[in-house]
């Protein structure tokens, strides 16, 4: 069975500054995709990034990017000029093909005025 | 693009009746929903996958007798929540993928239920 580990339950980081977040899971399949999914306050899940494992070149979207080391199975989050919007929990997750995403325990994150 | 809502965004209920709460996909179709269960603080928890046309498929501990699932359509599935207690309370959350994604997964907005 695949797992994901989030080993940061909090953090924290100055608003304009740079912050990552950790993820690494197990897996013995090749083809695979993996998430970060963001839940702010309202509960409501944002997908922030997707990443799909036969792609070497690192997914990024605006202020968000990924570390993507398959060998070492390892997808942390790198947020850049953080702003007092991307509080939240920040869920990682992964899915083989037609299967439900399984979530690590999520890190809770602020941004400090 | 890929906008999905349910309803109801909250609802209380007395200890022994049934709520239903409803998950539609707006701008696409989706041929597989999932039903998430969070308890506060906490990561979410599978409770079933469904395909439309299908019996839903219920993970490990989940009492599909007490948690039903229907998908009787490409944009609509719903849970009904039999015989509620006070221990059913928490916050459920769908998410629905569409026929041309194998993967991504879009959530909507939750649902608290609290029974009294």
């Known amino acids: 069975a695949q797992t994901v580990t989030q080993s940061q339950p909090e953090m924290s980081v100055q608003e304009a500054e740079t912050v990552t977040l950790s993820c690494t899971y197990d897996?013995?399949?090749?083809?695979?995709?993996l998430f970060w999914y963001k839940q702010p306050p309202s509960r409501q899940m944002i997908l922030v990034i997707r990443?799909?494992?036969?792609?070497?070149q690192n997914a990024t979207e605006n202020r968000f990017s990924v570390n993507f080391q398959k060998a070492a199975k390892s997808f942390s989050l790198k947020i850049s000029d953080s702003q007092l919007g991307d509080t939240a929990m920040y869920f990682c997750a992964f899915t083989l093909r037609n299967t439900p995403l399984v979530f690590g325990k999520g890190t809770r994150l602020s941004v400090i005025a | 693009g890929a906008v999905v809502s349910q309803h109801p965004s909250w609802v209380i209920c007395k200890s022994g009746t049934s709520v239903k709460i409803e998950c539609r996909s707006l701008?696409?179709?989706?041929?597989?929903m999932f039903w998430y269960r969070q308890f506060p603080k906490q990561s979410l928890m599978l409770m079933a996958t469904s395909n439309e046309g299908s019996k839903a498929t219920y993970e490990q501990g989940v009492e599909k007798d007490k948690f039903l699932i229907n998908h009787a359509s490409l944009t609509l599935s719903t849970l009904t929540v039999t015989s509620a207690h006070p221990e059913d309370s928490s916050f459920y959350i769908c998410s629905a993928r569409g026929q041309e994604s194998t993967d991504t997964q879009y959530f909507g907005p939750g649902t608290r239920l609290t029974v009294l």
């Open positions: 990443q799909e494992a036969y792609k070497q």
């Open positions: 701008d696409f179709q989706a041929t597989t």
């Open positions: 897996t013995s399949e090749n083809n695979y995709y």
